[in-house]
């Protein structure tokens, strides 16, 4: 007895592939909302708690400066990749 066509392995690994970021996201949702709500409510929203420093950790300024550090050395490593 032949399976179902969907009972097919491979089409089910891209199925779970493609949909666990669509999962990630939801359950991130769910639980991020709230806490935005919330904080907001308080006057206490995202970006007003890393100005004022609440959160703790590392300035914007050197967050932006090792976020920019990494997408230039990627680019690099990805083109010379590219030529190689």
């Not at 779970?16 to 359950?27: E, K, M, Y």
């Not at 949702?29 to 100005?51: D, E, M, Q, T, Y």
Request: a positive charge; glycine letters at 10%; charged letters at 20%.
């Amino acid at each position: 007895m032949a399976e179902p066509r969907w009972f097919d392995p491979l089409r089910r690994s891209i199925v779970d592939f493609r949909l666990t970021p669509i999962r990630s996201l939801a359950i991130a949702f769910v639980f991020a909302v709230p806490a935005n709500r919330w904080l907001i409510s308080r006057g206490k929203g995202h970006a007003a708690v890393h100005r004022t420093g609440i959160h703790g950790g590392p300035s914007p300024r050197l967050v932006g400066a090792i976020t920019l550090a990494a997408f230039v050395f990627g680019s690099v490593v990805l083109i010379g990749e590219a030529l190689d």
